[in-house]
């Protein structure tokens, strides 16, 4: 559906430098990474907005050089930073929109706005960033693309409406779509990813499969007992980053409950286990 070979966008912040990947029908593709890291320079670049200095683009292997009217049609775009008029209202934007395309979208469009409980006589201007949010997804698929390319789209949403995202983004999938995908969310990236990237400083580090990510439990664990040297840990599944001769601090990729058994033979002043890093995870998997 999707082929990106070799693109390259060099500029001061957030440039992308010889990125290749590919979409195929009906798949979904996470890229993870920070606002810094690329994604979106790459995902503008892929839609031309912005042009790119190298590389290749292919929509469903034609080299694709412009947005025509028949792709406008087959894609969906949702930019990170919606601009849409502040003086009107949300009918009104749905309305303006819905009238690029042929066809009429009046049904869609109103299930859309009931499952993202969004009020239609809202003033742009007066939108919350989550209601902007809701309304910019709406945009950029209510018709129906096959292709559906969106920025972070869960950011600025409560955690219930990004799961109401997520399940209209999962039934778009049942129904045929492909989709591409940025977010610096890997609860995200993990549920709704066949394959996940990992963009950092604008290079694709790493791409690997949805089961395997599923697969990498990493934690990061701060132990303080000036007897941990007792403690049997695993070597395969440790990366020791600091120790003292009362603390250790390490990564941590095994079975959690046995390494709590572990920890009731040994008397601890303190434990921390947090959350491993975006690239931590995905560059141990």
Known sequence: MLKVEGLTKKQEFGGIENITFEVPKNKTFVMVGSETS???????????????????????????????????????????????????????????????????????????????DLNLTTVVKDLSKEDLKKLGFIIAIMHEP??????????????????????????????????????????????????????????LMKIIDKEKLEQQN??????????????????????????????LKFLYTGNMDEFIHMLSHIHVESLRVEEASLEEVFLKA
């Open 146 to 203: 096959d292709m559906m390319i969106l920025d972070d789209v869960t950011k600025d949403l409560s955690p219930m409406m990004q799961d109401v995202i997520c399940e209209l983004l999962e039934e778009e999938k049942e129904y045929g779509a492909t989709l591409l995908l940025a977010t610096d969310n890997l609860a995200i990236a993990k549920r709704l990813g066949d394959q996940i990237g990992l963009l950092k400083e604008g290079h």
């Open 218 to 247: 990493m934690v990061r664990v701060t132990l303080v007992s000036s007897e941990y040297m007792k403690l049997k840990l695993p070597l395969k599944d440790v990366t020791i980053e600091e120790r003292t001769h009362s603390m």
């Open 38 to 116: 690329g994604t979106t320079t790459l995902l503008e670049t892929i839609v031309n907005v912005i042009p790119h200095d190298e590389g290749s683009i292919y929509f469903n292997g034609t080299l694709f050089h412009h947005i025509t009217k028949e792709l406008k049609n087959k894609i969906g775009y949702l930019p990170r930073n919606i601009d849409l008029y502040p003086e009107a209202t949300v009918k009104e934007m749905l309305e303006y929109s819905a009238s690029f395309y042929s066809g009429d979208l009046s049904r869609r469009i109103w299930y859309l706005v009931r499952r993202l």
